[in-house]
């Protein structure tokens, strides 16, 4: 409030000045106090438009021209695939191509699709995306619970968790620090994503959900939530192997003349050819005392397991053996070294698996099982997280 201005009006109306600098003063409070009952503006976040879904895996995305240019081929990617996925980054896509003019028209469009067939909850989603994507309308959450309740897929959950997380902030003006039963709903909708996805995985939902995950640790409410380590829900931690003779150090140096750094299916003593595995890794040049070993039995083969530092704080450079020396794997690892053994389907056979969703959320658990050709890979569990 402009106190000059009031001043002005007083003295014109005849008020003393001793009078007018008591009001003034009350005027000056009332203000303060009026300028402080107002909540200030809660911080605001954006999901549904600004994260990139990762699509790569299905065909009817790769046809997506490099640029929505008109609401119909918007209207046909949402029609190519029934892959809520696909649905949810065409419809971010559009936002960030389309005019406004022809935004309005997609939007008209979407909605007439929806009304040919309310019974189908796959347009409705279409519909509550759409809306809250370019209008921030409210009443999407309506269509997308809907829909959850009705696919009760990775990808349901997910939209609706990312639409409450920025509802909350956004539309209904909660602060990031304040925990509310609407972040309380949008924490339970993602880990539910992530549960469904373990139980049937689809490409491109877990680099995805790591994307939404990383944009909720900027949010103090969200903490607990988004440090949990999510591949535990696909790879459950196993019984580990008793070190025998136990971890100690050794002078045994880290060489290797393989290009490709390991990762072979070199054979237990068998006659299979090795072959380059999946995750070949560069350990060429790098020599150095290991700083720990650790024996152990794998389906019944001896082998033993070196940790050698790295120019990376914490990181192993882990090199596995057969008895006879014979190299069988290599490879990086941010572990200790007492935790990179693990039997993991409880059935007395023990694996390597290297755990590393601090460091490299996008490849956080990798599995090497002893098989009559040497340590593989475990592709599927690789699958998991592509």
């Known amino acids: 409030m402009n106190l000059s201005v009031v001043n002005g009006f007083l003295q014109k109306t005849g008020t003393k000045k001793a009078s007018l600098k008591k009001i003034g003063l009350w005027v000056s409070c009332l203000g303060l ?52 996925l696909v649905h949810m980054e065409a419809i971010r896509r559009a936002y960030h191509d389309l005019d406004p003019g022809s935004q309005d028209k997609l939007l008209e469009a979407i909605h007439k699709r929806r009304m040919t067939n309310e019974k189908d909850l796959m347009l409705g989603f279409d519909h509550g995306y759409a809306q809250l994507v370019f ?10 619970r809907k829909a959850n ?22 539309l209904e003006e909660s602060t ?10 949008a924490m ?10 373990a139980q049937k995985h689809q490409p491109g939902f877990w680099p995805s959900y790591i994307q939404v995950i990383d944009k909720m640790k900027e949010m103090p409410a969200y903490k607990s939530f988004s440090s949990r380590d999510f591949s535990l829900v696909y790879v459950p ?25 390991g990762l072979t299916s070199a054979s237990f ?44 704080e914490k990181q192993y450079h882990v090199r596995v053996t057969s008895n006879t020396g014979q190299p069988l794997a290599n490879f990086r690892a941010n572990t200790i070294p007492n935790r990179v053994v693990e039997d993991l389907d409880k059935d007395g056979v023990y694996e390597i698996v290297v755990r590393q969703y601090r460091e490299n959320p996008l490849q ?18 690789l699958n998991n997280f592509q």
């Open 135 to 144: 209008k921030q309308n409210k009443t999407g959450l309506f269509f997308l």
């Open 237 to 261: 931690y196993g019984n580990t192997v008793v070190p025998l003779p136990g971890i100690q150090s050794s002078s045994q140096s880290l060489t290797t003349n393989n290009p490709e750094g």
């Open 188 to 197: 339970f909708k993602l880990a539910d994503a992530v549960q469904r996805d």
């Open 176 to 185: 990031p620090e304040v925990t509310t039963t609407r972040k309380l709903d």
């Open 364 to 381: 956080p658990v990798i599995v090497y099982r002893a098989t009559p050709c040497g340590l593989e890979a475990d592709q599927r569990i």
């Open 269 to 312: 003593g068998s006659v299979c050819s090795p072959e380059p595995g999946p995750l070949d890794l560069n350990a060429s040049g790098q020599t150095g005392a290991s700083v720990a070993q650790q024996a152990a039995n794998l389906n019944g083969n001896p082998a033993l397991i070196q940790f050698f530092p790295t120019s990376v």
């Open 149 to 170: 309740d009705f696919f009760q897929d990775q990808f349901s959950a997910l939209a609706y968790g990312m639409a409450e997380v920025e509802a909350d902030l956004n």
């Open 33 to 84: 106090l009026w300028s402080s009952s107002i909540p200030a503006q809660a911080d605001t976040v954006d999901f549904l438009r600004s994260i990139p879904l990762n699509v790569e895996g299905y065909a009817s995305a790769k046809t997506f021209p490099e640029k929505f240019t008109t609401p119909e081929q918007v209207i046909q990617a949402l029609n190519s695939t029934p892959v809520l």
